[in-house]
T-cell receptor
Framework: QQQVKQSPQSLIVQKGGISIINCAYENTAFDYFPWYQQFPGKGPALLIAIRPDVSEKKEGRFTISFNKSAKQFSLHIMDSQPGDSATYFCAAASNTGKLIFGQGTTLQVKP | DTGVSQNPRHKITKRGQNVTFRCDPISEHNRLYWYRQTLGQGPEFLTYFQNEAQLEKSRLLSDRFSAERPKGSFSTLEIQRTEQGDSAMYLC??????????????FGPGTRLTVT
């Protein structure tokens, strides 16, 4: 019940394309859903986050779509750039703040 | 604001030895978290502190693991009698701890442990 399942495991997108990563959770106590970006040798960095009282949040080229009834959420990266090539993790947190991470998606954006 | 720092960045140790890692959170951040990340996986929660109080420990944190946060500032994570399965990246994160779980957690660069 604590798991967060993420797909796909890896993704290759052409420059300018849309990258889409999906996550699903089971624990209805989760009420905070962040996405983290991680480059090799670095710690994860917060990209964008959403709370379950909204269905979509957009920040620049990054959008989270949230479906509370389906217990799913996704990250859309518009106009993907080679600099976006990294590993992306979805996560979920309940009232303690501890993050439960998905397995990660390695994104490669080809020039 | 210099960010979360962790030392050492890399540690190679022999099986059975004890190791200790240090995390310095962002100044005035009340919450401090430890996670472990193995290759190709997402970080896994180990434990967290609210100021100096350790409020939750994962079942992943066996008796060989201990964490402290004296005076609510820096934190240390000690692993006793290391095993090869302990090889991983150990990540520390801090957050202001003012608005509950929705505070952004800022991660350090991690300490990579290799047990030979």
């Amino acid at each position: 019940q604590q798991q967060v399942k993420q797909s796909p495991q890896s993704l290759i997108v052409q420059k300018g394309g849309i990258s889409i990563i999906n996550c699903a959770y089971e624990n209805t106590a989760f009420d905070y859903f962040p996405w983290y970006q991680q480059f090799p040798g670095k710690g994860p960095a917060l990209l964008i986050a959403i709370r379950p009282d909204v269905s979509e949040k957009k920040e620049g080229r990054f959008t989270i779509s949230f479906n509370k009834s389906a217990k799913q959420f996704s990250l859309h990266i518009m106009d993907s750039q080679p600099g976006d090539s990294a590993t992306y993790f979805c996560a979920a947190a309940s009232n303690t703040g501890k993050l439960i991470f998905g397995q990660g998606t390695t994104l490669q954006v080809k020039p | 604001d210099t960010g979360v720092s962790q030392n050492p960045r890399h540690k190679i140790t022999k099986r059975g030895q004890n190791v200790t890692f240090r995390c310095d959170p962002i100044s005035e951040h009340n919450r401090l978290y430890w996670y472990r990340q193995t290759l190709g996986q997402g970080p896994e929660f180990l434990t967290y502190f609210q100021n100096e109080a350790q409020l939750e420990k994962s079942r992943l944190l066996s008796d060989r693991f201990s964490a402290e946060r004296p005076k609510g500032s820096f934190s240390t994570l000690e692993i006793q009698r290391t095993e090869q399965g302990d090889s991983a990246m150990y990540l520390c994160a801090s957050s202001p701890g003012l608005v509950g779980p929705w505070d952004e957690q800022y991660f350090g660069p991690g300490t990579r442990l290799t047990v030979t």
